[in-house]
């Protein structure tokens, strides 16, 4: 069958960085997209990863390793209003996409 | 911005009841997508739409169908709701592989109760 793993919590101070883990394994591949949603809204998309190596967009990071089959989304100078659900998503080809479960990112002062 | 447009937030049908859900989308985009989101599951692909009248069963169809009678316009039917059908229904719409960068757009969503 086809996975995506990620921690389904993750907690963090207001001002540090956390990295939010996705392993996948899937009979295709052709990238590893990042999406936000908070509480009652729609899913918005973050990052796209089709190679490997680190994608940067503002205070969000988005890094591949294709041979492990793991990426995983940094996002620094942590604020409050970054606590949402993190999806991790890829595309195994034409129209396709499957989505983790999502990881709820808990954001304290 | 691309837009996406669900017609309803919140509905709340009964058992039996044949529901719409509509979706509309201003971009022009070719694809498609209709997804349920329940906790702890993700989103599951239900249906999606490549071209007008184009379409092709995602991983959950059972129950659903859909209707592409203009490329804006993306319609899902719960053709006899049942209460295993209570759920978010999210749509999302996307320019395809030349536009993967720019990932998907989703609409607000729409949170069905089936009583």
């Known amino acids: 069958g086809q996975s995506l793993e990620q921690p389904s919590e993750v907690t963090a101070v207001e001002g540090a960085i956390v990295q939010i883990n996705c392993t996948y394994q899937?009979?295709?591949?052709?990238?590893l997209s990042w999406y936000q949603q908070h509480d009652g809204g729609a899913p918005t998309f973050l990052s796209y990863?089709?190679?490997?190596g680190l994608e940067e967009t503002g205070r969000f990071s988005s890094f591949l390793s294709r041979s492990d089959s793991y990426g995983y989304l940094l996002l620094q100078e942590l604020q409050m209003k970054d606590s949402a659900s993190y999806f991790c998503?890829?595309?195994?080809?034409?129209?396709?996409?499957?989505f983790g479960a999502g990881t709820r990112l808990f954001v304290k002062a | 911005d691309v837009k996406v447009t669900q017609s309803s937030r919140y509905l709340v049908k009964r058992t039996g009841e044949k529901v719409f859900l509509e979706c509309v989308q201003d971009?022009?985009?070719?694809?498609m997508f209709w997804y349920r989101q329940d906790p702890g599951l993700g989103l599951r692909l239900i249906y999606f739409?490549?071209?007008?009248?184009?379409?092709e069963k995602g991983d959950i169809p059972e129950g659903y169908s859909v209707s592409r009678e203009k490329k804006e316009r993306f319609s899902l039917i719960l053709e006899s709701a049942s209460t295993n059908q209570t759920s978010m229904y999210l749509c999302?719409?996307?320019?395809?592989?030349?536009?993967?960068?720019?990932?998907?757009?989703f609409g607000s969503g729409t949170r069905l109760t089936v009583v």
């Open positions: 998503a890829v595309n195994t080809g034409g129209f396709k996409t499957i």
């Open positions: 899937t009979s295709g591949f052709y990238g």
């Open positions: 990863n089709g190679l490997d």
């Open positions: 971009m022009d985009h070719e694809n």
């Open positions: 739409s490549y071209d007008v009248k184009m379409k």
């Open positions: 999302a719409s996307w320019p395809g592989q030349q536009g993967k960068k720019y990932g998907y757009t």
